[in-house]
């Protein structure tokens, strides 16, 4: 799973700033996942994209989050005017097919911390 | 839609003492079911999964796991556990004919002392 990159490794924005999560998936992977870990709690799924495209947004929030996954370069997720309940670790993880009975390979995430 | 509930956020065990990790899932429709390890500063790893067949799936690490459709149960276990085993171990499902987002418990904390 060490092939799912993941930068910044740690971010620290203060509120009302925007905070830019960058994700390279593994080589030949074109499906992503964007998960949030709040803490002690598990992970919450946020978003699921394929190459351009997005394919499930159900647990993204509906205001200040966005994501996408262009034809080339990383995935972003984009947190706009970050307030406090943002501060969480954010994890991508890719595949290769998208079936639900694959494995995900995950990255070392991002802890977003908002002052 | 799924949930999943890990019944123990922290077990403290000592070296080389068996363990289990109790998962158990709520779904209305059939699901694979997944337990990943996630080690400090670290991503999640998988360790076992079940998709069909049989009941008992071992994973990497010693690791195995009960596929139980009556209790909806899919415990952990380990005869003997190591130091290196700390870490937090979370349970998952997939819903069959879906994608591959996962539904996770809230993780549970697996210390070995020695």
């Known amino acids: 799973n060490a092939g799912v990159m993941q930068n910044p490794r740690h971010l620290v924005r203060r509120r009302g700033q925007e905070a830019r999560l960058r994700c390279s998936p593994m080589k030949g992977h074109s499906h992503v996942y964007w998960y949030r870990q709040l803490p002690e709690e598990g992970l919450k799924f946020m978003v699921y994209l394929q190459k351009e495209n997005i394919i499930d947004e159900s647990g993204m929030p509906k205001e200040r989050f966005s994501a996408e996954f262009p034809k080339e370069g990383p995935s972003i997720l984009r947190i706009q005017q970050v307030v406090r309940g943002d501060s969480a670790a954010y994890f991508c993880a890719s595949s290769t097919t998208g079936a639900p009975n694959e494995k995900l390979f995950f990255g070392s995430g991002t802890q977003l911390s908002v002052l | 839609a799924q949930s999943v509930t890990q019944l123990d956020s922290q077990v403290p065990v000592f070296e080389e003492a068996p363990v289990e990790l109790r998962c158990n899932y709520s779904s209305s429709v059939s699901v694979y079911l997944f337990w990943y390890v996630q080690y400090p500063n670290q991503g999640l790893q998988l360790l076992l999964k079940?998709?069909?067949?049989?009941?008992l799936v071992k994973g990497i690490n010693g690791f195995e796991a009960e596929f139980n459709k009556s209790q909806t149960s899919f415990h952990l276990r380990k005869p003997s556990v190591h130091i290196s085993d700390t870490a937090e171990y979370f349970c998952a499902v997939s819903e069959r004919g879906g994608s591959e987002k996962l539904v996770f418990g809230k993780g549970t904390k697996l210390t070995v002392n020695p």
């Open positions: 079940y998709l069909s067949g049989s009941t």
